[in-house]
């Protein structure tokens, strides 16, 4: 995403950084460092609830496969604004940039966090040790590779703050080849984290295990991410005291919550077609959870259904929270739920886990609040540019 390109005119936010807001985030980020500490001295199972059964747990299931999910709104923007050529989505590609490269960032520490034989994680772009056949390899190749590309696409940014234009040019005449790239990547690592689970085989409950998981996931994936660009959008005018964009918003929970409805027909449909939709009428905890993630899809799409609903913005917030929440119960129980490894084997994540999970998004807000402060991402207010 050329975040460098012609644009509409961004200013830094500023303000102070230091508040009790932030104060409470670094704490979190403190504690969280303590237990990583404990986790590095001592081994990952003295900080985790993890077990031959469960080899993965919170960490994978949301700071990776959830929270990747959240920042798909990047590749998404870009998409929209320089693939097809949307240029009414310009003002979204900055924020959405900022955001998809600090989520996946929070998901690159979390799957370091969770290698047992952290010292050896550079074995995976060793030729030697490849395994080209694994899925795994191709999700964290590809999640590596694409926070690199979030990397340079969001250098313009940095080098526009301190007014070295040289520099910038010459990133923005190959920063198409960055586009390109980065809307590439992410499809292929959000439909191979549904790979992932086919190979699981029966391990997995019929109402979640299907061929179509890498469809599902990549679907699932764009309107998780667009529903966390308007969700950001609406706090961040909010806490900032900024206009909202409230048209630009709209159409985006619009697209989101047409995907929302697409993986709703699809999922129903593909478990009606293998014939395991009576599963969802028994009386058990995953049936019912099966039903609370159909409904989240659906309010969203019924809430903003006309443009005049679209005018409200506790409309668009209500529905962004909505969609965004019924892709991480939808992801976590794929993972954890409806992953049954057999007798004797139970998981729930450890104080220690959660510690971490909260540090890595408290760290995420934090990081994001202090770039919007001093860094030229959000389009400059219409009175600060007369100002001017």
């Not at 806490?239 to 409805?261: N, Y």
Request: glycine share 8%; proline share 5%; hydrophobic share 55%.
């Amino acid at each position: 995403m050329p975040a460098g390109a012609a644009h509409e005119e961004a200013a830094p936010v500023g303000g102070r950084i230091w508040n009790r807001f932030t104060a409470g985030l670094a704490a979190l980020v403190l504690v969280m460092c303590a237990v990583l500490a404990m986790r590095f001295i001592r081994g990952i199972g003295a900080v985790t609830n993890l077990n031959d059964g469960y080899p993965w747990g919170l960490w994978i299931a949301y700071d990776v496969v959830v929270g990747s999910a959240l920042a798909a709104g990047g590749f998404t923007v870009a998409f929209l604004t320089y693939i097809l050529n949307r240029g009414e989505y310009h003002p979204a590609v900055r924020p959405a940039l900022l955001a998809a490269l600090f989520g996946y960032v929070q998901a690159g520490m979390s799957v370091f966090f969770d290698i047992g034989r952290y010292w050896e994680f550079w074995h995976m772009f060793w030729p030697r040790y490849v395994q080209v056949n694994s899925v795994l390899f191709e999700v964290s190749l590809c999640i590596t590779t694409y926070t690199l590309v979030l990397f340079v696409e969001f250098t313009p940014v940095i080098l526009e703050r301190f007014g070295w234009e040289r520099p910038r040019q010459k990133i923005n005449r190959v920063l198409f080849f960055f586009v390109a790239v980065g809307v590439l990547l992410p499809t292929m690592h959000q439909s191979s984290l549904g790979s992932l689970l086919v190979i699981f085989g029966p391990q997995v409950h019929p109402l979640y295990q299907t061929q179509l998981l890498p469809l599902l996931f990549l679907t699932s994936c764009i309107g998780m991410g667009l529903a966390a660009v308007v969700f950001e959008g609406t706090v961040s005018a909010l806490a900032f005291k900024r206009h909202l964009e409230q048209e630009l918003l709209g159409k985006l929970i619009r697209i989101g919550t047409t995907l929302g409805l697409a993986f709703l027909v699809l999922r129903i449909g593909d478990c009606a077609r293998r014939g395991v939709l009576g599963l969802a009428f028994q009386p058990t905890a995953l049936s019912l959870l099966f039903w609370i993630e159909n409904v989240l899809f659906l309010v969203p799409a019924l809430l903003v259904a006309t443009e005049r609903a679209r005018r409200h913005p506790q409309r668009l917030f209500v529905a962004a929270c909505l969609l965004a929440v019924g892709g991480l119960l939808y992801r976590r129980s794929a993972y954890l739920v409806a992953y049954e490894t057999g007798a004797g084997f139970r998981y729930f994540p450890s104080m220690g886990e959660l510690a971490v999970s909260v540090g890595l998004v408290a760290f995420e807000i934090l990081a994001i609040t202090i770039a919007i402060r001093l860094l030229p991402v959000l389009p400059k207010e219409p009175e600060a540019a007369e100002s001017a």
